[in-house]
């Protein structure tokens, strides 16, 4: 395991570089972050469709039960039980908007990680970047537990658990656990921990953090670099569920699933569930006695238990939705905990949202009107006076502040920008499919899906490394190493 640890150590040494101003040292941290003997224990595995393009290449890595899909190229890296998925990345030719500046793709886009460590981590979408559309960079950063970087280049950053860097460029910074940032193009920023901060020069500004201890009582680090807190303890009563999928080379599918859903066999089904028409689960999601309808969708690493889904629902990456009723085109963001209860259900209302990294763990029954946005830290029906507004008056307004959250700018352009992404998921995702080629998504492009595994070494001084693999389909003399 000589060259494995010799990685860690260079990793660690690089991303240090990068965030020194922060004074953090993320040495110890990495050599903890995974037990040794996991690196050896997982296998890796591939998608093919016949919808990706198809190129992956793996050198001097290791890969340690992660998922690829499109393509994807990986050197001197760690990648622990990961998502990197690649089904919304550009094509050649395809024409973008930066700001009002229209670049063509001169390749295909794809996903490279260099110098990196990320331990359970999502990597989703395509590159906001405009220097560089045609690939979508990770280079010497670490993204602890359930971290996600969806459309965000990270260079030389820290993300801490749970956190999210979404649809922007993060140079040389640091994201502190359970935080949500969405704010453009940030270089040498430190955000606190359980900061939600979604900004658009010019136009608005959203900015809530949670209050003191919160946070601490949910996820954190101990004095030993373990994960701990009430996700935690939810997330391990769970665990073993996935092992009988993960030990097994291909998966079993799901049974009674109509034709234009897909549900991972690499998703966790048990107990009394129904899906309906133009449905997605994705890998590594858990449903348990619930009814996902029609053109619902549960993403990664989300967790559906108890609970009714009327219909256009998104979860997004990482939510948790326990003993809960969502009304019609209702959206849980990135990361929500929201957790009601056998005697304290939650009833959340058609076309509300709960914004990415909110907590609702119900004490009593929570009913939360339709058109709602929620946020921040809400456990009784009463905290939705300091955490709640409804959408039609939020898009009259200019500026506000309410509770812990400030909002600057104009209300109107962040409920538009909301509805016109929740469009363009539930597009993507399929929710609208009706026979047509041109409404496919990926419930249906993913249904006919091989899956490929790749092997670690077991013993010596590779153990836990994984040998250097290029797989193409053979039309990839446009390639080139960016």
Known sequence: ?????????????????????????VGPLLRRAVPEDSFSMYYAFYALTSHH??????????LAGTYFLGKCDVAHSVLYKSDIRGDELKERGTEVDFEGIRIRLVDDEIIRIRNSFLVKTLVHNS??????????????????????????????????PFSTVDLSMFHNCVVGDFSYVQAGDLSHETIGPGRVWI???????????????????????????RLQGEFVRFLSERKEDFVAIYSSVQPEPAAGVPQGSFVSPY????????????VLVAQRAHIEDSYLGTGANAQENCYILNSTYEGLNVTAHGGKVIHCTLGRKAFVGFNAFVRGREDARI??????????????????????????????YVRRQADLERNRLDLDELAGSRDLALGGLRFSGHGRLFVE???????????E????YDGRPETRGHAQKTQNVSFNILQPFLEGGRRGMYPRVAISDGNTERFRLW
């Open 429 to 432: 995702n399929g929710a609208y």
């Open 417 to 427: 920008a909301f509805a016109r992404r929740i469009e363009h998921i539930l597009e």
């Open 267 to 278: 998703a966790v089904v048990k107990g009394d569930c129904r899906v309906g028409e133009n």
């Open 127 to 160: 590159s906001k970047d405009p220097e560089s559309p045609e690939v979508f960079k990770i280079l010497n950063t670490v993204a602890l537990h359930y971290a996600n970087i969806h459309g965000t280049n990270t260079e030389g950053c820290f993300l801490g």
């Open 53 to 62: 393009p198809l190129y992956f290449r793996f050198e001097d890595s290791s």
């Open 199 to 225: 900004r658009v020069r010019g136009k608005f500004e959203f900015d809530y953090s949670f209050p003191e201890g919160v946070v601490e009582k949910y996820v954190s680090l101990d004095p030993e670099f």
């Open 347 to 376: 009833g959340v209302g058609a076309e509300s949202i709960v914004m990415p990294h909110t907590i609702i763990d119900a004490q009593e029954p929570i009913d939360i009107p339709p058109k709602s946005l929620v946020w921040g």
């Open 1 to 25: 395991m000589r060259q494995l640890e010799e990685l860690i150590e260079s990793i660690a040494a690089r991303v240090n570089v990068n965030v020194r101003g922060a004074g953090m040292d």
